[in-house]
């Protein structure tokens, strides 16, 4: 015990240098505020929607296996979230931040060993030992032997370890939301990726309508020339054109072969047909979504709530990181039985030791590590800080324009339906006029030409108005939930 106010004295300036000496201020952290006010509204006014079925309400919250529903894409989907290889490493890198919760759990908790050895030990006879042992007859090399057990604990003051386990568990919590994020864009993506081969397939059936029509076109203007209406000229012209569209049906057939690959790359297996809905392509509806309010971004989009919890697991670090200066205290303990004759170990009771004591430590000298330690800590809280920010901006920045990108593909598929309409009047019409002589072939193939350019175009604002519904809905957070609850339900 501590009888004498000299101790106590010592302790007490110890104790009061080292709180006096405290952790540097991060006078920097204080100019960001984590809470960011988001605008009550994304600033577009969204059309009447017409859901895919009677009385259905779709809303952000609504899970990919009711977003989509054409059973080839939604079977690619299931395959993927059960295959993906980089969901797979996702899984791992939850693990590991599982066990550093476990990790960091054992520091604060009381440490219990077992301890034993054995040895000998001779000390040199001109030394004090030395003669005090040869005068009692102790022999010079005397052996030893112990056993027992030994304790230890750091008695958690300043939540220096707390904060570490907690740090620790909200590292993983984000962790898990990282794995959310992937789910999310790879449901996404290989949305996007199926409306764009279900696009290809469309094409290639466009073309090989106009390159039969082209054909019949072609055996027309060889007839003509032998009635000498048309010359070789013409024939050559309306023969350049099939060649030209059969050469591009290959190009075709390759981006189709590629992205059946990708889907296949993002689904974990090898290169294999795709099958496609029986739907036509240029039925598909996109389906209505609303946008709901800036906030949910804060509770749907899983990249901002894993910034959000890297926030805070970085505070508790540079808590951790401060609670370093300040005076450590820890315990120690042990007990066991030693003995220089080892049949004497357990058959004496004058084998039997035992130890206690506490120890105060705190740095006064050489903190330079210490505060290098806590520096590093508050430029990562900064770090998480701005990413938070930016997680938000991104996140608001990314509904608002795919939702004006919805909007304005409506528009554009109208006029550009309305001008394929026109178009194949004017192939009817050209036609007619070109059999009673009253236009040239140029005419005729100038407006067959600008017909087919039609129809591909209007095939790809059909994809692209399917790819910005899909990904609205992932900009709005969608497509992890159905996932996650299906995980909980196995468990």
């Known amino acids: 015990m501590l009888k004498k106010p000299g101790y106590l004295t010592v302790v007490l300036v110890v104790v009061s240098f080292a709180l006096s000496s405290c952790a540097p201020s991060l006078e920097m952290l204080k100019m960001r505020d984590e809470n960011i006010t988001v605008p009550a509204g994304y600033g577009v006014t969204q059309s009447e929607e017409t859901p895919a079925e009677p009385g259905e309400k779709i809303t952000e919250e609504v899970n990919w296996k009711h977003f989509f529903k054409d059973a080839p894409l939604t079977g690619l989907i299931d395959v993927a979230l059960q295959k993906n290889q980089e969901l797979a490493i996702l899984e791992q890198e939850i693990k590991v931040a599982n066990n550093e919760i476990m990790a960091r759990e054992g520091e604060y908790i009381p440490k219990l060993g077992f301890k034993g050895g054995a040895g000998i030990d001779r000390v040199g006879s001109f030394t004090s030992q030395g003669k005090s042992d040869e005068a009692t007859g102790v022999p010079k090399d005397l ?46 993506e290989i949305a996007d990726t199926y409306y764009e081969l279900r696009a290809l397939h469309k094409k290639v059936e466009i073309l090989d309508q106009n390159i039969q029509i082209q054909q019949q076109a072609l055996e027309i203007v060889r007839l003509q020339k032998q009635a000498a209406r048309v010359t070789e000229l013409a024939v050559k012209r309306f023969e350049a054109e099939v060649l030209k569209n059969q050469s591009r049906r290959y190009l075709l057939k390759q981006s189709i072969v590629e992205k059946e690959n990708l889907l296949n790359f993002l689904s974990g297996r090898f290169p294999q047909p795709v099958d496609q809905g029986p739907t036509d392509f240029m039925q598909l509806m996109p389906r209505g979504i609303q946008a709901g309010v800036p906030t949910k971004l804060l509770e749907n989009r899983p990249d901002v709530r894993q910034a959000g919890l890297e926030l805070k697991s970085a505070k508790l670090s540079l808590d951790s990181a401060r609670a370093r200066f300040y005076p450590a205290l820890s315990i120690e303990a042990g007990t066991g039985f030693q003995s220089f004759n080892a049949q004497h170990l357990f058959s004496t009771s004058d084998s039997l030791f035992y130890n206690l004591g506490a120890n105060l430590v705190a740095p006064l000298l050489n903190r330079q590590g210490i505060k290098a330690d806590y520096l590093s800590a508050g430029s990562k809280q900064l770090q998480a800080v701005y990413n938070y920010e930016r997680a938000i901006l991104n996140g608001y920045t990314d509904v608002v324009n795919q939702l ?53 175009d209007l095939v790809e604002v059909k994809q692209q108005q399917l790819s910005a519904v899909v990904n609205l809905y992932r900009a709005l957070g969608g497509g992890w939930k159905q996932e996650v609850q299906a995980k909980a339900e196995a468990e």
């Open 143 to 188: 052996p030893g032997f112990n056993l027992g057990l030994t304790f230890s604990w750091e008695v958690d003051i300043w939540g220096k370890l707390r904060n570490a386990t907690k740090a620790a568990l909200y590292h993983y919590l984000a962790t898990v939301d990282g794995r959310n994020f992937m789910v999310t864009r790879l449901v996404s």
């Open 404 to 456: 004006n990108k919805v909007e304005n593909l409506k528009g554009t598929m109208k006029l550009k339906a309305q001008q394929v309409a026109v178009l194949d009047k004017s192939v009817d019409i050209s036609n007619t006029l070109f059999r009673a002589a009253r236009c040239d072939y140029m005419e005729v193939l100038l407006t067959r030409r600008d017909s087919l350019d039609a129809q591909m």
